[in-house]
């Protein structure tokens, strides 16, 4: 299927090196870096997220105040506080 890219002259440069090199001709090159495109983008989705790195961690603490995060939002007013006195 015909399909139409506009490209600056840098862009249209590199591509007719790169398809000289290796060939092939302007569309294969293209085709080719669209594939390995997207098969980066469907290995970012696999990726385990953050949460799966530590999930084994979360919940495995045991012992200390249970209202921590409750009070958060104070200990870290309080913490700005005492470097606003100390400057």
């Known amino acids: 299927m015909p399909?139409?890219?506009?490209?600056d002259v840098k862009t249209e440069r590199l591509l007719q090196r790169l398809a000289r090199k290796r060939g092939r001709t302007k569309s294969e090159?293209?085709?080719?870096?669209?594939?390995?495109?997207a098969k980066e983008v469907e290995a970012q989705e696999v990726a385990e997220r953050p949460y799966d790195?530590?999930?084994?961690?979360?919940?495995?603490?045991?012992?200390?105040?249970?209202d921590l995060s409750v009070r958060t939002g104070a200990a870290?007013?309080?913490m700005l506080a005492g470097r606003r006195r100390k400057a």
């Open 3 to 7: 399909l139409t890219v506009r490209v």
């Open 29 to 37: 090159v293209i085709r080719d870096a669209i594939g390995v495109l």
């Open 53 to 66: 790195q530590v999930r084994d961690l979360i919940g495995s603490v045991q012992g200390g105040p249970a």
């Open 76 to 78: 870290f007013r309080r």
